[in-house]
């Protein structure tokens, strides 16, 4: 009888740990955020306790006080957005209805926005560039110059008005044409004289 008891504490005490490690093991509520995503994984719960999940994301109910047995997993989309946005998990099981083996949670965390792709600076590459055709340009009509004749000043006299003697431009004309009469009588009158005189 004493080996009997002595083997049963044995196995009591063996037994003990194992228990407690496969109880602290037990309900794993886990979840993630990322600027386009919540995850959530639920994992190790009784399946026959009553086991609710609710999930809130930017003030909307993606899940409300959803039942899920031993396990639970989902991954929801985030709507876009420009600020950060709040996102809540609920977890609630009638095993912890205080939260005080943690396998009951009430969660908060910051979703920031999704950072965009700042655009990669590309190398110019050379370039030939075409050659250019001068657009046909049509002239414009152009109006007809009005030309305005220059007045011609005319000299103002600074001395004393002189009396026209006659004498211009034409006078060694004159002139030249009388000299050559009167060479030409005098020669005609020469030479009448000698006739004469040859007579008497």
């Known amino acids: 009888m004493n080996v009997r008891r002595g083997i049963a504490g044995v196995l009591v005490g063996v037994a003990a740990p194992l228990a407690l490690a496969g109880s602290a093991s037990a309900h794993v509520p886990t979840w993630s955020v990322t600027c386009g995503k919540v995850s959530v ?3 190790n719960y009784n399946k026959d306790a009553l086991n609710t999940v609710t999930l809130i994301v930017d003030g909307e109910k993606l899940l409300d006080k959803k039942a899920f047995p031993d396990k639970y997993t989902g991954d929801f989309a985030v709507k876009a957005h420009s600020k950060d946005v709040k996102a809540e998990l609920i977890v609630t099981t009638n095993e912890d209805p205080d939260g005080k083996k943690g396998w009951s949670v009430d969660q908060t965390k910051t979703i920031a926005p ?3 792709p700042s655009p990669q600076p590309s190398s ?5 560039p075409a050659p250019s055709t001068p657009a046909p340009s049509t002239p414009a009509p152009s109006k007809p110059a009005t030309h305005t004749p220059t007045p011609t000043p ?4 600074t001395g004393p008005v002189l009396a026209s003697t006659g004498g211009g431009g034409e006078t060694p004309l004159i002139a030249g044409a009388g000299a050559a009469v009167v060479v030409a009588g005098g020669a005609l009158l020469f030479v009448g004289r000698r006739r004469s005189t040859r007579r008497h």
């Open 114 to 116: 999704c950072e965009s």
């Open 154 to 157: 005319t000299p103002t006299p």
């Open 41 to 43: 994984s639920l994992a």
């Open 124 to 128: 110019p590459k050379p370039s030939t």
